[in-house]
């Protein structure tokens, strides 16, 4: 790669934010993070976001992508050993896996903005319905499809850096019967880049990103976490 300045638009609870700072420390690529608010964006940022939403990824401080699974095909593209299985239909499976992770996290979304229990229950059991499609796909230990830690392993991280938080005040028992899941989710957990996406106080913010919601989430988290 010849040399090239990045600088990721991010913002410190976006899950898609998360994904590309994974890829970017995976393939050991040097880059700056732009934390915005995004309840007010800057001006700047509206002209670099047609769809308003982070992450942006702004290169050599003049060319702007938009959109986390391109951002993270082009980083991976541009720097060597590729993050993605060589063979054509395993590449394209993890692709087509990544967006189901994608859909996760739109279910993640409504999960936390329903407003009734029965509701919170029915989303839940989709997201189950999901994981039980991946338990049946996953292939290696400890990463998706082994030793190797691939894109779709950056994209599900923080999928289910949600269920931390979650699981430190309800008892959903997402994976309960899924054991490929909790060994992914574990060695996930474990991995330095993964660590290192968020800042410290991610599940304190995480908290009250919730408690915010005014939603069947937000009365399960109990006064010791307000
Ligand atoms: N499909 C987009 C989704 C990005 C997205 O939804 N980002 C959220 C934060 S996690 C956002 O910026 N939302 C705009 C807002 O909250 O106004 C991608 O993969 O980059």
Redesign the pocket.
């Known amino acids: 790669m010849k040399h090239q300045n990045f600088n990721l638009i991010s913002?410190v609870?976006?899950?898609?934010?998360q994904r590309s700072i994974i890829t970017l420390k995976e393939k050991n690529i040097p880059f700056t993070r732009t934390d915005i608010d995004?309840a007010n964006?800057p001006a700047w940022f509206k002209q670099k976001s047609p769809?308003?939403?982070?992450?942006i990824l702004i290169v050599d401080d003049n060319r702007a992508l938009?959109?986390?699974?391109v951002i993270c095909e082009y980083l991976d593209e541009v720097t060597a050993d590729s993050l993605h299985p060589r063979d054509s239909f395993e590449k394209a499976n993890h692709r087509a896996l990544i967006e189901l992770g994608?859909a996760i996290l739109n279910n993640i979304a409504s999960l936390y903005n329903a407003k009734e229990k029965a509701r919170f229950q029915n989303i839940h059991t989709e997201i189950q319905g999901k994981f039980q499609f991946l338990e049946k796909e996953l292939s290696g230990i400890p990463f998706f499809s082994g030793d190797k830690f691939h894109l779709i392993d950056a994209v599900y991280s923080p999928i289910f850096r949600y269920f931390e938080v979650f699981d430190s005040f309800t008892e959903l028992n997402t994976f309960a019967h899924l054991p490929k899941c909790q060994l992914w989710r574990k060695a996930l957990s474990q991995r330095k880049s993964v660590k290192q996406a968020v800042s410290e106080d991610y599940p304190a913010l995480l908290v009250q990103f919730l408690i915010n919601r005014d939603s069947y989430i937000s009365q399960l988290i109990p006064p010791k976490n307000r």
Request: overall charge positive.
């Open positions: 913002h609870l976006c899950p898609y934010v995004l964006k769809m308003g939403k982070v992450p938009f959109e986390s699974s994608s």
